[in-house]
């Protein structure tokens, strides 16, 4: 066994040397995958019939480990770990379940509404026996460490990681044995440990990489792969949404901010037409969303975008179906952020190597089938231009949005009213108006892929300013199909928020007046006379406003007039002063061994100070030096 045990070391060390190596080429990867199959059968062959069968020598936490090449196709690969045999620890006790459906991830129902299964990480058991002995645990408690540091964790999330694995080394380094105890700690640790890489790889890839118990897997000379178990599929769109969403037909608006209402942020402007001929119904939104949908949220610095494309593996996209989405002119993408991920129907979620200065060369390296990735702008989009009875117009992001050539108009609207027609157009100009919005564009290979692409952009944090457009448009012989996703603020909509921010602040203020115990009923009915004066004021000038920039500068002023208005309680303080006083000089008249002339100097100094008092209260411009004049009067 000794010699085997050699042999397996030795063969691991050429392996990892090889998928270490960046230059290395696939025939040289093959082989040692061939000779690593070769040396698990010996090994399988070699071990006890109890123990648990050895099936990959690869990674600890691996249940399923591939190497996954750009295009798609799976070779079986063998990453580096020690397996000893030193002889029995303490005795082998089960594992607790270490990672359950209930305990992590996001839980998601399957098409026939039954409880997912996640992709089953291993148990470990206190014994030196198998791959899923101390062995096993202590590699991936250091492996979980590179993973978090290669994914770009923070460095609080890489060192509590490293605590875990350098604590279950000392104890691992006492003797030959591990006490139940330390095992047990040792367990915890590996729970907290997977939850802090699936938080960063949920963060990164977003949550469909962690909801289905994807674990990372170290870049091997190029490629890249998640162990994946496609247990569930995710809800389908619309099944907890409004009723109004589930029955949008060719065009739908976001105006509450209920996220439970819809999948779109507050502003959200959605356009979704599949049409064929003699066949030009109106097509469902929630159908749309399977084409394409963008989230975007604020960070302490700028936003996280996420956009999926061909959610679910929907339906297999004919190629060159376009691509587009906008980033304003005051966000900057942050290149370190991007992130790249594919899911293949009935198979696992790869995220394929993405290296690159910025996110143009981080898509055409991504080796994915991409084509034309571009970068413009909203009126000049960098596009060749193309001829033919089939092309579309796409010089700019009017005619990726809204252009049709003479046998097919996409956008043509059948449903839509007027209203809601000035509304969207309102939108698409608040967006075309910057002129200098970066415009990505790229086109999909024929497949059933479906595609996650996210980056964080760095500028303001206020979403409700944000103004971007995101589509998708395909055809497939006479079908032609289209997705727009248009996320701005109108004016109507802005004048609807302004007020209900005025009404809020009035009320606020008041609330807070009222109940100040300070004030005197007369100053509290001075002080909200003022506030709603105020708030009358900024409500008219409001809904005299022309323009989004009129808006914001009447609600801007209106909000700074109503917090300015901070009465300070006076005629309280002064009515207690003079209470004192009283009481004071009634103290000085009752003394029976003062004269009448050493009292009479005492009271006038009483009044003298009185007088200060009342006059230092009448300058205050604030309470507390109110409440400081009462004290040492």
Not at 253 to 272: I, Q
Not at 366 to 395: D, M, Y
Not at 532 to 560: C, F, M, P
């Amino acid at each position: 066994m000794k010699a085997l045990h050699d042999e397996v070391e030795a063969g691991l060390a050429a392996a990892k040397a090889v998928l270490d190596d960046p230059n290395a080429t696939q025939a040289q990867v093959d082989e040692q995958v061939r000779l690593m199959e070769e040396l698990t059968s010996r090994v399988n062959q070699a071990l006890k019939p109890s123990l648990p069968k050895l099936t990959d020598l690869g990674e600890a936490s691996s249940t399923n480990n591939k190497l996954v090449e750009p295009n798609g196709t799976a070779t079986e690969q063998a990453t580096g770990g020690k397996r000893r045999k030193r002889g029995s620890l303490s005795q082998a006790t089960p594992a607790v379940d270490q990672v359950s459906p209930e305990t992590v991830g996001n839980s998601e129902k399957t098409e026939s509404s039954e409880k997912p299964s996640r992709q089953e990480l291993p148990t470990y058991t206190n014994t030196t026996e198998g791959e899923n002995g101390v062995y096993g645990l202590k590699k991936e408690l250091e492996d979980i460490t590179k993973e978090l540091r290669r994914y770009g964790a923070s460095e609080d999330k890489i060192q509590a990681a490293k605590v875990a694995a350098d604590k279950f080394n000392e104890a691992f380094s006492k003797g030959d044995t591990i006490s139940q105890e330390d095992f047990a700690a040792a367990l915890v640790d590996l729970k907290k440990s997977r939850d802090l890489i699936e938080g960063v790889l949920e963060e990164k890839y977003g949550e469909e990489t962690t909801a289905e118990g994807v674990t990372p897997q170290p870049r091997d000379g190029g490629y890249s792969d998640f162990r994946s178990s496609r247990a569930t599929r995710v809800t389908r769109a619309g099944e907890n949404y409004s009723e109004e969403f589930k029955n949008a037909r060719e065009s739908y608006f976001e105006r509450s901010g209920n996220k439970g209402n819809s999948p779109y942020d507050k502003y959200t402007y959605v356009f979704f037409s599949d049409r064929r001929p003699r066949d030009n119904s109106t097509a469902f939104i929630k159908d749309g969303y399977k084409y394409l949908n963008v989230t975007v949220k604020p960070t302490n610095n700028g936003f996280r975008w996420t956009i999926e494309i061909n959610k679910d593996n929907h339906r297999t996209l004919p190629g060159r179906t376009e691509v587009w989405f906008t980033v304003p002119s005051g966000q900057t993408v942050k290149t370190n952020t991007v992130g790249i991920s594919y899911h293949d129907r009935g198979g696992g979620t790869h995220a394929p190597a993405q290296d690159g200065r910025d996110l143009v060369d981080k898509l055409k390296n991504a080796n994915i089938g991409l084509g034309e990735v571009t970068k413009g702008t909203v009126l000049n989009s960098g596009l060749r231009r193309t001829f033919g009875p089939t092309a579309f117009p796409r010089n700019n992001l009017e005619d990726l949005a809204r252009g049709g050539r003479y046998n097919a108009h996409p956008y043509e609207k059948q449903a839509e009213s007027r209203e809601a027609q000035a509304i969207s157009d309102e939108k698409i100009g608040n967006i075309k108006k910057d002129a200098s919005a970066s415009l990505y564009y790229f086109q999909l290979p024929n497949s059933d892929r479906s595609y996650k692409l996210t980056f964080d952009t760095e500028g303001n944090t206020d979403i409700a300013k944000l103004d971007y457009a995101a589509g998708l448009r395909g055809q497939d012989g006479n079908e032609v199909f289209l997705v727009n996703q248009w996320h701005s603020r109108t004016t109507t909509e802005f004048k609807e928020d302004a007020l209900k921010q005025i009404e809020q602040a009035r009320r606020d203020k008041n609330s807070s007046i009222t109940g100040n115990r300070n004030l005197s009923e007369v100053e509290q009915n001075g002080a909200t006379a003022t506030v709603n004066t105020y708030a009358r004021r900024a409500t008219d000038k409001i809904n005299k406003a022309q323009n989004i920039g009129q808006v914001e500068n009447a609600l801007d002023q209106g909000l700074s007039d109503i917090r300015r208005v901070n009465p300070v309680g006076k005629e309280k303080a002064i009515a207690e002063l003079e209470k004192k006083a009283r009481e004071k000089k009634a103290t000085i008249n009752g003394l029976e061994h003062v004269t009448t002339e050493e009292k009479a100097t005492a009271t006038n100094q009483v009044d003298q100070a009185l007088e200060k008092a009342k006059m230092n209260v009448g300058k205050a411009t604030d309470q507390a030096s109110v409440e400081n004049t009462k004290t040492t009067a």
